[in-house]
């Protein structure tokens, strides 16, 4: 059984640029929730790296928040771009995860994880947003309801003591945990 959905970078901007997940740029209740659990903390700034950003559905969520300092990562360069114009004040990488293109030496006070481990080495992908934390900061996962995710689901309770913060679903009867892993 495959569990990693293995895609090259041409592929994703090729879906980016069809407008596959245009949609996520409009708000999901996963995406709401992880805005909600990330503006309710009490601190002047707020450094967030978003891994797998995409089209920068959570960025503009969080766009209107002066405290938010965003860095949002994605290996296809069209997604960014559309990411780019939701929350100008972003900072956005292309990269692709697997190679770690997280920036040397920065720390935040949340890593969001969504929707993302399907399509990468999520125990490397966990241990690079793990390394990013800075002190006392938090891991946010986004995970929608398959198979796959059960699994991982799992995995991320026994390996890493992730606590679930949340149950979302959508009109459509769609549903996400959001968990959350401690440094």
Known sequence: MKFKLEYPKEKWDAMFTKGKWDYLAKGQPNLEALAIIIKHLEKSEIRVLDLGCG???LAALL???VRIKYTGIDISQVALDKAKTLFPKGRFICGNLDENPVPENEKFDIVVLGEILYYVSWQH????ARQALASRGELLVSLYRSWRSIILFIMLKILYGAKTLKYVRNSKGLK???????K
């Open 55 to 57: 089209n920068g559905g």
């Open 63 to 65: 766009a209107d928040d």
């Open 125 to 128: 992908v966990v241990s690079i």
């Open 176 to 182: 996400w945990i959001i968990l959350r892993i401690s």
